[in-house]
């Protein structure tokens, strides 16, 4: 018995950190439709916010990467399903996580909940680049900032855009997929 205590207490050890930011959000007037239904759009305005909030939370200020080292991330990818109507003056809660990060790239989770009930996930995924257009290498800055605050606490390697990805990649994909999934599978038929 004490053997299966000793085992439960260290996975979550073996596990690495999911980094996951947590942000209330109400919704406006402007931000619905003729029905009183949240406009699709704007989720990926939130989910901008989400993930600025989650850097910032972190002590990364995209403002700062931009100004000191000149290195723009935009949007390459970007997917949301929307599972239940957001309304007027809904108090949400958009969960962003960190789900991969490359040398040139990072892609963010994002889940938009109203109490328990999941509304919406969606994802994006960014490339780090110059101002020129041209790709950057940044991730291995962003994973040392994150190892530096204790948030990865296995030693992790960034891809270099082989398509090859380190297993904790893998494993953060996992959790927010089987979070959401779990969360799908409690919704009314």
């Known amino acids: 018995m004490a053997e299966e205590k000793d085992k439960k207490e260290q996975t979550p050890q073996e596990q690495p950190q999911v980094i996951v ?13 003729a029905y009183g239904v949240m406009y699709y ?9 989400g993930r600025t909030e989650l850097f910032r939370a972190l002590g990364i200020e995209y403002k700062q990467i931009f100004q ?19 309304v007027y003056d809904d108090l949400i809660t958009v ?22 009930v999941v509304l919406a996930v969606g994802f994006t ?13 940044f991730g291995k800055e962003v994973v040392n900032v994150l190892k ?6 296995e030693d992790i390697e960034v891809s270099e ?10 494993k953060l994909k996992k959790f927010v997929s089987e979070r959401t999934d779990k969360d799908e599978n409690n919704l009314p038929n």
């Not at 704007?42 to 916010?49: A, D, K, L, T, V």
């Not at 855009?161 to 893998?170: I, M, Q």
């Open 95 to 116: 969960e962003t996580a960190i789900t991969s990060i490359g040398s040139r790239g990072i892609r963010f989770d994002y889940r938009v909940l109203r109490e328990d």
């Open 148 to 153: 530096e605050k204790g948030l990865i606490k």
């Open 21 to 33: 930011g947590s942000m209330p959000y109400r919704v406006s007037m402007a931000e619905v439709d």
């Open 161 to 170: 855009g082989t398509g090859e990805k380190e297993d904790v990649t893998n």
């Open 68 to 86: 000191q080292k000149q290195i723009l991330m935009p949007v390459v990818e970007a997917a949301c399903r929307y599972m239940a109507p957001v």
């Open 41 to 49: 759009s704007r989720f990926f305005e939130i989910f901008e916010r």
């Open 125 to 137: 995924q960014h490339i780090f680049i110059d101002p020129q257009g041209r790709p950057v290498n």
